[in-house]
């Protein structure tokens, strides 16, 4: 059952991995048009990462018996969701937001759903419109 775990973890992990790796690079972009992701899905796939990492670390120990101390599941995983994830996610969001300060939002672009949401910008509202009439 632990081999399961740790397989579904790593994939969860992997797919958080290319998230945050989309949202970074948002974040330090200079392309003419940009994608930023909305606060709680940066939120959420720096917590997704911390957490399946720290877990598949802690059903490896079990697996193989290993000595080494990571702490108690409950309290590390509150202080992934509730101090670091958060720090995390404000550096990134906040250099992608000073990223596009020069930047013109496309409004016909923004996707907002109950699961996800996001911005694009582009470098000049030409450019927005034909984004949107590329759609």
């Known amino acids: 059952m632990n081999y399961l775990r740790?397989?579904?973890?790593?994939?969860?992990?992997?797919?958080?991995?290319?998230?945050?790796?989309?949202?970074?690079?948002?974040?330090?972009?200079?392309?003419s048009v940009i994608k930023v992701d909305g606060l709680l899905n940066?939120?959420?796939?720096?917590?997704?990462?911390?957490?399946?990492?720290?877990?598949?670390?802690?059903?490896?120990?079990?697996?193989?018996?290993?000595?080494?101390?990571?702490?108690?599941?409950?309290?590390?995983?509150?202080?992934?969701?509730?101090?670091?994830?958060?720090l995390l996610t404000i550096v990134t969001f906040g250099q992608t937001k000073s990223n596009v300060s020069s930047y013109v939002e496309c409004k016909s672009e923004r996707k907002i759903s109950s699961r996800y949401s996001s911005r694009t910008y582009a470098i000049n509202e030409e450019l927005c419109s034909a984004l949107s009439q590329h759609d």
């Open 6 to 31: 740790v397989i579904f973890l790593g994939l969860l992990g992997g797919l958080a991995y290319f998230q945050i790796y989309e949202q970074i690079g948002s974040a330090f972009s200079t392309n």
């Open 42 to 86: 940066v939120w959420a796939s720096y917590s997704g990462l911390l957490i399946c990492t720290y877990l598949t670390i802690y059903y490896l120990k079990d697996m193989f018996h290993l000595s080494i101390n990571i702490g108690n599941v409950n309290k590390v995983g509150i202080l992934i969701f509730v101090v670091i994830a958060p």
